[in-house]
């Protein structure tokens, strides 16, 4: 029993000296005005590298933010997926659904609560035939760098596609 007790004493002082160590959430962190400019420009070339047709190079640029840890054939095959997608969506209708990019706006801003390094930004693409939500993320590296750490669009129904649950973290402006 002695033992036992020794033990649970042990574990108390441990369970309590790392609580006490924890960081305490900080509720007023939000991303930096220099970091979501930094990533709006980010997103705005990308927007214009797409209206310009310039699939190669919108492809190069995920690769190298997403794929920096992959190896060279996922990368490639990565690469050329994307290219794929791009060329797809650049088809006019009524052989293809979206055509030529003729705008886009940025429709909603999150972060993580308590963290200013990671943010996202959601955009709706305006094409000839329809339009597509662009889902930007990005991370601040421990060198104040942000980089694009997600890219995705989807074909949802814009309130729909908002109204799901990871749309609805914090909002910032």
Known sequence: MRNTTKILLLVAIVLTTGIAGAQNL???KVPKLEYLKTAKKMASDFFDRLKDKKHET???FIIDHLGSAWDESKRISERNDYLNKFQ???IKPPQGVYGD?????LIEQGFLTGSDRYFRHTYMAYFEGNYLIFEFRFYVDGNEKVTLDYIGWSEKNPFEYMSTSDMLLPKYD
Do not use: F, S
């Not at 990019?101 to 706006?105: A, K, P, Q, R, T």
């Open 101 to 105: 990019l003729d705008g886009y706006d």
């Open 88 to 90: 797809l969506i650049i």
């Open 26 to 28: 900080d509720l007023n």
């Open 58 to 60: 919108n492809a190069d």
